[in-house]
């Protein structure tokens, strides 16, 4: 870990992914006092524990943070994973961003006006402190009734990698959007596979990549006045990369509706009818990695926070960044994080002068 030099600072931010880093940029650029913690050893975010195959659906110009585009790949294709890392960790050192890591956050506390911030590397002290956890830590599996019966392996796509550990087994690939069809894409060139959605998957046309879509979703949310224009296609569509295209040549990309009910060898399908089973692979979402909130008494049952934009309503000081549509439209995307950080930023800057000021 790299040595702590400081333990005050105007700005805690609390994550150095995609979300940290953008916050970062601004808080540079206002030239305020900052330091971001990082639980993870190195450089990328979540994104260093993406699946193997993982690629972005928008090319690299849009899907980079601000400041600096993404550098496109030699081959112009959509940028890899691996990609993604490299830019970030680039994207580090671009902006020389005090980054402390590995260090991992243990409680947020009132502490005076301002907090204090207990780590395993010590305690911190900050005037305002923005929260960009993500939600990579924080796995979701709906509560399926029997799930603890079942005697056959369970993994969340939080924790995948590849298809071969389940080649020649019988998996159930649980929950649609995107991570949920490239998965099925991908296991069931060795496996068969069952795809479990709560409705029909929606496929976008084979025209629309991440861009268009994000393109779509900016219009649709600036139109505030005169009648509201028909929803527009939502980040859970599915886009047709080239794995899912492949599939649906195949005739994998056929869903049925969710099963009743485990069983210990596998489960039971509404109709009362049962399937053996060897493995279920939960591609069902996060919830946000806000744990360490939980002393400020403003964590919901859902772990989110209430906000105002991208403020903790009952916490002055405290934003959160980077989490989905409740901290800021496609605040959770490379491309619409940089909207939310300089929003907060801004705010932050006018609280720590107004702090100033009541001081004095």
């Not at 700005?11 to 808080?27: C, D, E, F, T």
């Not at 080239?242 to 599939?247: F, I, L, Q």
Request: proline content about 8%; overall charge negative.
């Amino acid at each position: 870990m790299d040595s702590l030099a400081s333990t005050a600072v105007d700005v805690l931010v609390i994550g150095a992914g995609q979300s940290g880093l953008a916050v970062g940029y601004y808080l540079r650029r206002a030239g305020l006092s900052f330091t971001l913690l990082d639980e993870q050893p190195r450089p990328g975010g979540a994104w260093q524990h993406g699946w193997n195959s993982l690629q972005l659906f928008s090319p690299a110009d849009a899907s980079s943070l601000p400041g600096w585009l993404m550098p496109r790949p030699p081959d112009n294709h959509f940028p890899t994973r691996d990609a993604v890392i490299d830019y970030l960790t680039q994207y580090e050192a671009r902006y020389a961003l005090p980054v402390q890591r590995p260090v991992r956050v243990q409680d947020v506390r009132r502490s005076g006006p301002g907090f204090a911030v207990q780590t395993d590397a010590g305690t911190w002290q900050a005037q305002a402190v923005v929260c960009a956890t993500g939600s990579w830590s924080q796995p979701y599996i709906p509560p399926y009734p029997g799930r603890e019966l079942f005697a056959g392996a369970q993994l969340h796509s939080a924790h995948y990698r590849e298809a071969a550990p389940f080649a020649g087994q019988r998996v159930l690939v649980v929950g649609g959007g995107n991570s949920g069809a490239q998965l099925l894409a991908e296991v069931s060139q060795v496996a068969h596979t069952t795809w479990v959605t709560e409705q029909e998957p929606r496929f976008l046309p084979d025209d629309v990549d991440g861009r268009v879509l994000f393109t779509q979703a900016t219009q649709h949310y600036h139109a505030q006045t005169g009648a509201a224009p028909a929803p527009p296609p939502t980040l859970g569509d599915v886009v047709m990369v080239d794995s899912v295209k492949e599939a649906r040549q195949r005739g994998a990309l056929s869903s049925v509706r969710p099963f009743a009910r485990f069983t210990d060898t596998g489960v039971v399908w509404a109709d009362g009818r049962e399937e053996a089973v060897d493995a279920v692979l939960w591609c069902t979402g996060f919830r946000p990695a806000l744990p360490f909130l939980a002393g400020l008494g403003v964590l919901q049952p859902d772990g989110r926070v209430a906000t105002t934009g991208t403020h903790a309503t009952a916490a002055p000081g405290l934003w959160l960044v980077g989490y989905g549509q409740w901290t800021g439209f496609a605040s959770a995307t490379l491309i619409g994080v940089g909207r939310s950080a300089r929003a907060t930023v801004d705010e932050i800057r006018k609280f720590l002068a107004a702090s100033v000021e009541a001081a004095g």
